[in-house]
């Protein structure tokens, strides 16, 4: 065999590769991504088989990668799959948890095989999600496919270059989509933008996009997420008739995606009702109208988790860390805590947990939780407060934290509010300083607020589970958690928990000589804050 011919052969198999990344995407995942069942790799129904480690694509997903060479096989006279208009603009709605990321890291690494010179820019509400998540999943794809791969691409944070003469019109980069203006010109004779959470994305965004792609031989905008507007952009490209000729459209919910679990959708159906918006938007990747009489929207929910802050600095005046705490009562629900850095003019959500303890040992383990998290958020004793359910097993609690020296709120959601004639009670008034925190945009959450991103899942569905009372007397008025509980609801203790935040009442603490005796007296001379007294709630 003479040495020219083991080179004739891989210019033949680059070749051959490069051919399927631009005319049979689906035979370059499964060949030379590897995203396919290799031998060896348990099947379904096999002992040691995991759902979520399973390589083999979705329908949806090799639909997604399909409808993007229909581009390039439209503008070659070839045959084209199911984009067969060649429509540039790809816009998918998605229910929670098919592969949405996976399925557009994986097309980010076809077309930058396939293409040259070429540019990627993946874009999303913020840029944690495109540094952990999305270059998490193409990390994952390159290093799982085929022997030599990955040393076609040099990987570093949020930027991809390919291993090509000219490597700096040869990239993929991540940008967060509210800076437009970074996106400014960029484009090459190939082209492919990646709008992840695109619901989320803000209107300025798109207009520089058309226009870059309007000058490349190849253009291509991908836009996927979950439908959790009913307005903006996003939604107009699934929504309204005019434009349906502009985009090829995919819908994308359980019937879909085998990753989908029957007896989660269920689960969350029996929990918060088969109208509620969450389980429409979450579960089945529709767009769903908030009800009117829904107390906190989706939508407002879906920007606090976008906005981008310092949760350190915040607005740049002095803060005050609160922990709240809503003591469950047994059964179904849950004990919650969850943890604000309150700012003169904002609140930014550092964290919340969910416990189920024991309900002879509930007062002391949810003390312990309680201060685990005042404690890992750098809470001060005398400085920073607790607010703590102090109805039945919350009483236990509330004297535990009392006895350890903590600024103490005992709340109590049933007790007369600061205006009677406004809110029927404290739980009422608190809700509302919620409300206008979120629908004002003075509230983010952090990027770590749940440390299992499945728990959001639950959190929207309780929040939106809230709703005002109607024909009420008073001008703000909410049902009741029994009425919710009637009606099939589940308690939202999550929601309840951050309601809890707006407590409006003076924080107290005990002196040191009467914590010592155990005597749960409170201290005579009370503790302002100014940062929560004059908040306005009331």
């Given at each position: 065999m003479s040495d020219s011919q083991p080179r004739t052969e891989h210019v033949q198999a680059l070749r051959q590769a490069l051919q399927w990344a631009r005319t049979d995407p689906s035979r370059f995942a499964r060949e030379i991504l590897q995203l396919k069942r290799l031998p060896g790799e348990p099947q379904p129904g096999e002992p040691g088989y995991n759902p979520d480690a399973d390589w083999e694509l979705d329908a949806w997903q090799a639909e997604l990668i399909e409808a993007i060479a229909d581009v390039y096989r439209k503008a070659h006279g070839l045959p084209t799959v199911c984009n067969h208009e060649g429509r540039t603009y790809i816009t998918v709605r998605a229910?929670?948890?098919p592969g949405k990321t996976f399925g557009i890291a994986m097309a980010a690494h076809i077309f930058g095989f396939a293409f040259d010179p070429c540019v990627i820019p993946c874009v999303a509400p913020k840029l944690d999600h495109l540094k952990t998540r999305f270059m998490g999943e193409f990390s994952k794809i390159a290093h799982r496919a085929a022997p030599g791969y990955i040393t076609l691409l040099g990987i570093k944070g949020?930027?991809?270059?390919?291993?090509?003469?000219?490597?700096?019109?040869h990239l993929l980069i991540c940008e967060t989509g509210k800076q437009p203006e970074n996106l400014q010109g960029l484009r090459r004779r190939f082209t492919l933008y990646l709008i992840d959470e695109a619901s989320g994305v803000e209107e300025k965004l798109w207009p520089v996009t058309e226009g870059n792609l309007s000058a490349t031989e190849i253009g291509i905008r991908v836009e996927i997420g979950n439908p959790t507007r009913n307005s903006g952009h996003f939604a107009r490209s699934h929504l309204d008739e005019r434009t349906a000729g502009d985009y090829y459209r995919m819908h994308e919910g359980p019937a879909q995606s085998r990753r989908i679990k029957a007896d989660w959708v269920e689960k969350m159906t029996r929990s918060y009702g088969a109208n509620s918006p969450v389980v429409r938007v979450r579960c089945y990747g529709e767009f769903a109208a908030s009800d009117a009489n829904q107390l906190l929207a989706l939508e407002w929910l879906q920007a606090a988790r976008n906005r981008e802050v310092d949760a350190i600095r915040g607005d740049g005046s002095l803060p005050r860390l609160r922990i709240s705490v809503d003591v469950a009562a047994g059964g179904d629900d849950e004990t919650v805590i969850t943890?604000?850095?309150?700012?003169?003019?904002?609140?930014?959500?550092?964290?919340?947990?969910?416990?189920?303890?024991?309900?002879l040992t509930t007062h002391i383990e949810t003390a312990d939780a309680a201060e685990r998290l005042f404690n890992k958020f750098g809470g001060r004793k005398g400085i920073d407060d607790i607010v703590v359910d102090a109805l039945g097993p919350g009483q236990g609690t509330a004297g535990e934290l009392y006895a350890r020296g903590h600024?103490?709120?005992?709340?109590?959601?049933?007790?007369?509010?600061?205006?009677?004639?406004?809110?029927?009670?404290?739980?009422?008034?608190?809700?509302?300083?919620?409300?206008?925190?979120?629908?004002?945009?003075?509230?983010t959450f952090v990027d770590g607020f749940f440390e299992d991103r499945s728990d959001w899942t639950d959190f929207d569905a309780q929040c939106c589970s809230v709703k005002t009372a109607p024909n009420s007397e008073r001008l703000e008025d909410l049902t009741t958690k029994e009425s919710m509980k009637r009606d099939g609801i589940k308690s939202p203790d999550m929601a309840d928990s951050l309601a809890m935040q707006y407590a409006t009442q003076i924080p107290q603490m005990l002196t040191a000589a009467i914590a010592a005796r155990g005597q749960m007296e409170r201290q005579p001379e009370t503790v302002i804050i100014p940062s929560f007294a004059t908040r306005g709630y009331d």
């Open positions: 229910c929670q948890g949020t930027t991809v270059h390919w291993n090509v003469p000219d490597p700096a019109n943890a604000f850095r309150h700012f003169d003019t904002m609140r930014v959500g550092l964290g919340m947990t969910r416990h189920s303890f024991g309900l600024l103490l709120i005992p709340y109590q959601g049933g007790a007369g509010s600061s205006d009677p004639r406004r809110w029927r009670n404290r739980r009422v008034q608190s809700y509302m300083g919620l409300r206008n925190d979120l629908r004002d945009g003075t509230l």
